[in-house]
Structures are given as structure tokens and as C-alpha cells.
């Protein structure tokens, strides 16, 4: 016995094969996955600060995908940007930092510092140096990434 | 006098055992997460990131940094639905 189910009322996951309309321009989306974007979020949110306000900010008008895609692009074509230019310049603090990351639960603590310091030090020089102003930490006391011997490290893996 | 060395027995046991299962367990973690220790805590939000890195790489811990997605990447996402009658 079989009954017509309507497309409308599927359980299963959904995936939609057709492109964009052409009369959308293309832009390749950002192929960096979540440790190595986890590694230059700092760096991302200094770079492009004035694309990725200005999406935020059409976003906050209006939730419609269709209305912010023209900022959508330029936030992935300045992402894209940067991450070219940190491979070029300082690929191995980079790939040190992001692979001591996905070692520890993509966690910014001081388990990574090390290299932290390391990519940071290229970067400055190099490219770009993020305010790494963290708002709500206490002003009395020196931000944890410069704090020199702190007190929680990590186990032995 | 000659030394008990049967009462070692059972700490060996012990130890055996446990380090036997313990190190089964390891390895068998890290081989559902190519080589890294598992991730924990992971909320929707990181669920959502491991997902786009299956994507990306055919692997929920896999990694690239390449700038530029692959081919059918843009399409390739996947949304629930749910029956509404």
C-alpha cells in the first residue's frame, strides 16, 4: 500500500543543487576551516573591521539573506585576502598556532601561548596588529595573553 | 625466607587490565579523530563549525587553510525541514 507524500512534508535533510542567478556577481567562498579561522579571528576582526561593521550593520536593519549580499561579498573577499597574505608572510607561526589549537579543543588559553607569541610577533611586523583590548577584563591587572608566568597551563598530553 | 611473589599476581592483573582498556580507549579516540584527542564541550556552534569543515574537507576534524573553498562547496549545504501537518 503506498500513499503520495507531498515534497512539503519531508523529514530528511534538504541540500538545494542550483547556483546563485548569474546576475548575482561570484565570489568563491572562504575555504579556511574552524582552527585556522579560530588562529586569525584577531587579525580578521582588525584587517576588515569597516567590511565586516558594515555587514553587521545591514544585517541589524533587516534578517533577509537577499538584502546583505552585497556586503556578504566583501567580508569574504577580505577574509580571503587576508588569509593569502598571512600564508605568504608567516605560514609556519600560522600552521604552529592553529595545530596546537585543534590539539586543545580550539581553546584560547595559555596552553598556546607559545606559538601564540610567535604569530603574533610575525604578524605585527608583517601585516596587521589587532587592539587586543579585551572589554569586561579587569583594568587592574595586565591582559592574560601578556601575563608572563601564569598559573594555569596544560597537562601533559 | 622465600618472598610471596603470588600476592603480586592480582596487582599485575590490575594494572594489565587497566591500562590495557585505558589504552584501547585512547586509541580508539584518536582514531575517530585522526590522531587529535576528541573534542568536548562542543556546543551548536561549534557543531555548526565542524560540519562546514566535513565540507571542506570530508572530515569533521579535518583541516585546510586554503582561501578558496572547493568546488561545490556553495551548494553543498544541508537544511532540515521538518513536516508542518
Redesign the interface.
Known amino acids: 500500500m503506498s500513499t503520495f507524500h507531498d515534497g512539503?512534508?519531508?523529514?530528511?535533510?534538504?541540500?538545494?543543487?542550483?547556483?546563485?542567478p548569474s546576475s548575482i556577481p561570484k565570489v568563491?567562498?572562504?575555504?579556511?576551516?574552524?582552527?585556522?579561522l579560530k588562529s586569525a579571528a584577531f587579525f580578521i576582526g582588525a584587517y576588515c573591521k569597516d567590511y565586516n561593521e558594515d555587514f553587521m550593520l545591514c544585517k541589524a536593519e533587516n534578517r533577509d539573506p537577499a538584502h546583505c549580499l552585497k556586503e556578504g561579498r566583501r567580508v569574504t573577499r577580505c577574509?580571503?585576502d587576508l588569509?593569502?597574505k598571512m600564508?605568504e608572510n608567516c605560514l609556519k607561526q600560522?600552521?604552529e598556532h592553529?595545530s596546537c589549537l585543534?590539539?586543545n579543543?580550539?581553546v584560547l588559553n595559555n596552553r598556546c601561548r607559545k606559538p601564540e607569541r610567535t604569530l603574533n610577533k610575525c604578524m605585527f611586523e608583517k601585516l596587521v596588529r589587532p587592539d587586543q583590548n579585551h572589554p569586561g577584563s579587569p583594568p587592574s591587572q595586565k591582559p592574560i595573553h601578556e601575563v608572563e608566568k601564569p598559573v594555569f597551563t596544560g597537562v601533559q598530553? | 625466607m622465600p618472598v610471596p611473589w603470588e600476592a603480586l599476581i592480582p596487582f599485575g592483573l590490575l594494572t594489565a587490565m587497566f591500562g590495557t582498556a585505558g589504552t584501547l580507549m585512547n586509541v580508539s579516540k584518536r582514531g575517530q579523530n585522526l590522531g587529535?584527542?576528541p573534542?568536548?564541550?562542543v556546543d551548536p556552534w561549534?557543531e555548526m563549525?565542524?560540519e562546514?569543515?566535513k565540507r571542506?574537507?570530508g572530515h569533521i576534524?579535518?583541516?585546510?587553510?586554503?582561501?578558496?573553498?572547493?568546488e561545490g562547496?556553495?551548494?553543498?549545504?544541508?537544511?532540515?525541514?521538518?513536516?508542518?501537518?
Open positions: 512539503s512534508t519531508s523529514t530528511h535533510p534538504y541540500k538545494e543543487p542550483s547556483p546563485l568563491d567562498e572562504l575555504g579556511t576551516t574552524s582552527a585556522p577574509a580571503q588569509i593569502t600564508r600560522f600552521d592553529w585543534e590539539a579543543n580550539q598530553k | 587529535k584527542s573534542r568536548y564541550h561549534d563549525m565542524m562546514r569543515d571542506l574537507t576534524r579535518g583541516q585546510s587553510t586554503e582561501p578558496i573553498a572547493p562547496f556553495a551548494t553543498s549545504s544541508v537544511w532540515y525541514t521538518q513536516k508542518t501537518n
